[in-house]
């Protein structure tokens, strides 16, 4: 593996550094004053560049040592630029892994450099018996929610998630009431520091919708939104093909954005305006 690894995986083992000499993990977090760890927006140019003075050094043990970018695609420009050179001639005994579950995002420079693997879900029978042995209740319809993934799946299975996302879709299930400014004001509900994550959601919420609106209206049962079934088979025959396609690339291109300085109620806002222009 001369250039590093590219792996894509929906969920990577958190690497604490210092804990094992040999091993870092650099992640979209800043560490305050006392500490505490927070999550931002974008892994920044000076944490890649602390991960090219750690590879530079030799492992106090002669082994080999182990670096993880996750998710590589939240590297902001400046810093995968940064990493290009180390990714090109990495020292002797270095792996540079870089984790991304969405590998297109990942710029063209850094996925040239890299060998590409992926990491298979498991099938829906194992997840759904490695969440019952985790004690997570209705397994099969989070693991619909989550596309299959059963680490995502537990991470769901939290209530207030449930309970936001069930306000959202009863009112997806009913365009013509919908009032796209008082539901996206929900996303001002919670505090500053989630709402992009509350977007996040929101965003991911109409993709599974709209991806199940697809498929209703090809006479195909719904695969994220299963509990909605009656529901998308009423609605998919009043909804135009094309024009649905269309706004899912958008929610698509708008998901990418999440990160970006935007602001999250006007853009749940514009988005669920558009939704409902699909129904008339």
Known sequence: MPTGDAVTVEWVREINPGTFPGDLSVEPVAIDDDGTAKPVDWIQVDAIRELIAWAQLTSHRRVAKVAIVVPAERMNIA???????????????????????????VPATLRSRCRLLHAPRPDAAAARAWLEAQDVADAKSLLAQAGGAPLLARQLAEPGYQAERAIWLKALAAPATLVPATLAERIDAAPREARRERLADAIDWLLGWCGDLAHAAAGAAPRRNGDHAAALARLAASVAPVALFRYHRALLRQRGLVAHPLTPRLVAESLLTDYRLLFR
Request: hydrophobic share 50%.
């Open 79 to 105: 810093a995968a630029n940064a990493l290009l050179k180390t990714l090109e001639e990495p020292a002797p005994s270095t792996y540079l892994i870089l984790v991304s579950a969405a590998p297109g995002r």
